[in-house]
């Protein structure tokens, strides 16, 4: 099934509804995957300096058989990166790596509040907007104040706000705020990564076998009715294709909110990365 579902953004660009991550998805068989799973329908991919695959994911564009203009592209500034001056070089950088002219969509990858930079980090990527290196300017594990403070400064709101949601911790007060602020939140590690048992949660395991589904299919269906946009990765053909395959059922308010009920609270996050305290290697 093509992924032609799209979300409306706030810059007036669109984005397809689901996006392919590609989290330890590198080298050859890593172009193999980004192949496959632009094959099965795919065009918004994310990747980000951090994962060390910016080149892959630029070989895999280059061997498609799908035009440029209809991938959309999407990159992550690092934190070493967050000074104005550096942040600018970044961009170029990781342009040349994946041997693009420009991207489609580029986040601030963590907010770093320790080190107090992501304002001068988000005045590069406005910057880095009007100079005609990146179409849409977004951030990732961005808390209500680190927005209101990048706001407030430079007067631009963030397209997308990319947040670790899935199940066991739904971060549905953050996904509320950014819609009140009009800014579209993508779901990272929607299926729990290789980490956590969503996929095989008694409660998810029979909420499919009701609608005949697979599990990630009902936990991507439950991101989508919530307006949400997931990011789900899959080196597998078989999962990237099932995993598009969700336009074609609807869960019942029942059932979003049993989803909604799985909620753990902190103790959920996959790997404890809370955005105040959370440091990314360098
Ligand atoms: N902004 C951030 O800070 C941040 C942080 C983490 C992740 N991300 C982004 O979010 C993306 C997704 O998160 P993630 O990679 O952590 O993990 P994920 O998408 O939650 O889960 C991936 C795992 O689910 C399995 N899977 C996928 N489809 C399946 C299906 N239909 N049935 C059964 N198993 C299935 C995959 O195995 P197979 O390969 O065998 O299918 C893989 O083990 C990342 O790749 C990255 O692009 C962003």
Same mark, same amino acid.
């Given at each position: 099934?093509?992924?032609?579902?799209?979300?409306?953004?706030?810059?007036?660009?669109?984005?397809?509804?689901?996006?392919?991550?590609?989290?330890?998805?590198?080298?050859?068989?890593?172009?193999?995957?980004?192949?496959?799973?632009?094959?099965?329908?795919?065009?918004?991919?994310?990747?980000?300096?951090?994962?060390?695959?910016?080149?892959?994911?630029?070989?895999?564009?280059?061997?498609?058989?799908?035009?440029?203009?209809?991938?959309?592209?999407?990159?992550?500034?690092?934190?070493?990166?967050?000074?104005?001056?550096?942040?600018?070089?970044?961009?170029?950088?990781?342009?040349?790596?994946?041997?693009?002219? !420009? #991207?489609?969509?580029?986040?601030?990858?963590?907010?770093?509040?320790? %080190? *107090?930079?992501?304002? $001068? &980090? @988000?005045?590069? =990527?406005?910057?880095?907007?009007?100079?005609?290196?990146?179409?849409?300017?977004?951030?990732?594990?961005?808390?209500?104040?680190?927005?209101?403070?990048?706001?407030?400064?430079?007067?631009?709101?963030?397209?997308?706000?990319?947040?670790?949601?899935?199940? !066991? #911790?739904?971060?549905?007060?953050?996904?509320?705020?950014?819609?009140? %602020? *009009?800014?579209?939140? $993508? &779901? @990272?590690?929607? =299926?729990?990564?290789?980490?956590?048992?969503?996929?095989?949660?008694?409660?998810?395991?029979?909420?499919?076998?009701?609608?005949?589904?697979?599990?990630?299919?009902?936990?991507?269906?439950?991101?989508?009715?919530?307006?949400?946009?997931?990011?789900?990765?899959?080196?597998?053909?078989?999962?990237?294709?099932?995993?598009?395959?969700?336009?074609?059922?609807?869960?019942?308010?029942?059932?979003?909110?049993?989803?909604?009920?799985?909620?753990?609270?902190?103790?959920?996050?996959?790997?404890?990365?809370?955005?105040?305290?959370?440091?990314?290697?360098?």
């Amino acid at each position: 099934m093509k992924n032609t579902h799209s979300f409306q953004l706030n810059d007036r660009t669109s984005l397809p509804s689901i996006g392919f991550g590609t989290v330890n998805i590198n080298g050859a068989q890593g172009v193999t995957s980004v192949l496959s799973a632009i094959e099965a329908g795919y065009r918004l991919i994310d990747t980000s300096t951090n994962y060390n695959n910016e080149g892959m994911v630029g070989e895999a564009i280059r061997r498609s058989s799908v035009p440029r203009e209809e991938l959309m592209i999407s990159s992550k500034l690092p934190g070493h990166s967050h000074e104005y001056d550096k942040a600018i070089l970044m961009i170029q950088e990781s342009l040349y790596r994946i041997g693009l002219d !420009y #991207f489609d969509k580029y986040l601030i990858h963590w907010p770093l509040p320790k %080190r *107090g930079k992501y304002e $001068e &980090a @988000w005045q590069a =990527l406005v910057d880095a907007q009007k100079f005609g290196l990146i179409e849409t300017i977004g951030v990732s594990n961005f808390l209500p104040e680190h927005l209101e403070r990048i706001i407030e400064i430079t007067g631009v709101t963030p397209a997308t706000n990319q947040i670790e949601r899935h199940p !066991y #911790f739904n971060n549905n007060e953050l996904v509320e705020y950014n819609k009140s %602020r *009009g800014i579209i939140t $993508e &779901a @990272w590690s929607p =299926l729990g990564r290789e980490i956590n048992d969503v996929l095989t949660n008694d409660t998810i395991v029979a909420i499919a076998e009701k609608y005949n589904k697979e599990p990630a299919q009902i936990i991507i269906r439950w991101n989508l009715q919530n307006g949400i946009l997931p990011i789900v990765k899959s080196s597998s053909a078989k999962h990237q294709k099932a995993n598009l395959d969700v336009f074609d059922f609807e869960l019942s308010e029942e059932d979003i909110q049993t989803i909604d009920s799985l909620d753990k609270g902190e103790a959920g996050r996959v790997e404890g990365q809370h955005p105040n305290e959370y440091e990314e290697f360098d």
